[in-house]
């Protein structure tokens, strides 16, 4: 016969015995759970009063609210080669800069020199974000005090544009439009767009006045053709002030030394022509491809409008002074002198003091033989004039910065703003 009962060794302890649903807890149990629960909410509420005394409780970020006599501008695409001068330049003239880039072709490394530059807090602020995602842009713009915006963000590159033509019609047209919606949801009422002399593709007639027919021969000129059509169709009931610029072929870089242009290098083969010199001036490629020698100009090659980058962002500031609420201004920014890709070489040559070696290919597809700007609306009506004419010397500014960041901005570190 099996034995249940057993001899308890220790006492029983005191425990909570229920009855008709209720817990009956021992009162010495119930004391010391009040007095614990009374030490934290003691210790939550000091706490709460300490961090109220101190100066910085429930500041706001100085980019959250408007501040009189202090424009903030937004700048998207500031970590790449425009935008980055654009950056540069708004900040020596004491904007508030707000860098929006989702580093696909920006650098790291030009946000962390601005950083360095400009320090202090309320200068600059640098958010990681992509243009495509309207959820993102939306946020972005809800938890900042944005007074303008320059839309420099986009891919650039002809060639590449019509190997992956969709990828520049979400690049340019699709995310321009998430700016326009963002920036009419939350009342901002400046835009100054970075467009492109693309957009004209290959005029009948030279030079290319404001005026002349926008008929684009590639997706790149396409997808930034159909984005100003969504801005000025946006504009016509809106109050917006819009600025279009269009500018021509970007060589250059900082004066003195501190940015430069820095493009990917499984993207070399798209880039500009100046990159592709410098590369091989400095014997990362072999030689230059220079691409189409039969084209009905006097010497077969392509003929351009080269402005140098601290002209161009000198137009976009002076565009974002003289933007008006409920006008629209759109400006070619050139020199007004063509000059031949053989012209271009031969400079580079001598800016150098190499003499680099040149490979003569058929045509690249989506080129236009001649295009070169008449920038005379821009000379009257902003007051500007292109004063980096010189083309050897502004290779010779870029390639200096060239030789010394042979990998680019090397990786620097971020630093990231207060």
């Not at 300490?50 to 970020?61: A, D, V």
């Not at 540069?88 to 707000?98: A, E, H, I």
Request: aromatic share 8%.
């Amino acid at each position: 016969m099996l034995n249940f009962t057993r001899t308890r060794t220790q006492p029983r302890a005191n425990r909570s015995m229920s009855l008709g649903g209720m817990d009956y807890v021992d009162p010495k149990k119930k004391s010391n759970v009040c007095g614990r629960i009374l030490m934290v909410s003691t210790l939550t509420a000091l706490c709460i009063l300490m961090l109220k005394q101190s100066p910085n409780f429930n500041t706001p970020s100085q980019f959250s609210s408007h501040e009189e006599g202090v424009t903030h501008v937004l700048v998207t695409g500031g970590a790449g080669y425009i935008g980055s001068h654009a950056a540069l330049r708004l900040l020596k003239d004491s904007y508030r800069v707000t860098i929006v880039d989702n580093l696909s072709r920006g650098n790291l490394g030009a946000i962390n020199v601005l950083q360095q530059l400009f320090p202090e807090p309320g200068r600059l602020q640098f958010i990681h974000a992509d243009l495509g995602d309207a959820k993102a842009v939306n946020k972005i713009f809800s938890e900042n005090a944005f007074d303008a915006v320059m839309h420099f963000a986009a891919v650039a590159y002809v060639g590449e544009s019509t190997l992956d033509p969709l990828k520049y019609y979400h690049n340019i047209t699709s995310n321009t439009l998430v700016v326009l919606e963002a920036m009419s949801a939350h009342g901002v009422k400046t835009l100054i767009y970075s467009s492109t002399c693309a957009t004209y593709g290959e005029p009948d007639k030279m030079p290319i006045t404001e005026k002349t027919p926008q008929v684009p021969i590639n997706p790149y000129g396409k997808a930034k053709k159909m984005a100003e059509d969504i801005i000025l169709d946006f504009h016509k009931n809106s109050d917006m002030a819009v600025m279009i610029l269009r500018y021509f072929n970007v060589i250059g870089s900082d004066p003195d030394g501190r940015l430069g242009e820095a493009p990917r290098p499984e993207l070399r083969e798209h880039g500009r022509i100046s990159g592709a010199c410098f590369d091989a001036a400095s014997g990362i490629i072999p030689d230059l491809k220079v691409r189409g020698t039969d084209y009905n100009t006097p010497d077969g090659t392509c003929i351009r409008d080269y402005i140098d980058v601290t002209d161009l962002v000198d137009a976009h500031v002076k565009a974002l002074e003289k933007a008006k609420i409920g006008h629209v201004g759109i400006y070619n920014v050139g020199t007004g002198r063509g000059r031949s890709v053989k012209e271009f070489v031969e400079a580079c040559k001598e800016a150098t003091g190499v003499s680099i070696k040149v490979d003569f290919l058929p045509r690249r597809p989506g080129d236009y033989a001649e295009v070169y700007s008449n920038p005379t609306k821009i000379n009257s009506e902003l007051n500007w004039t292109a004063k980096y004419t010189n083309l050897q010397q502004s290779l010779q500014i870029a390639w200096r910065w060239q030789k010394a960041h042979l990998n680019g901005y090397g990786g620097a570190p971020l630093v990231m703003s207060a």
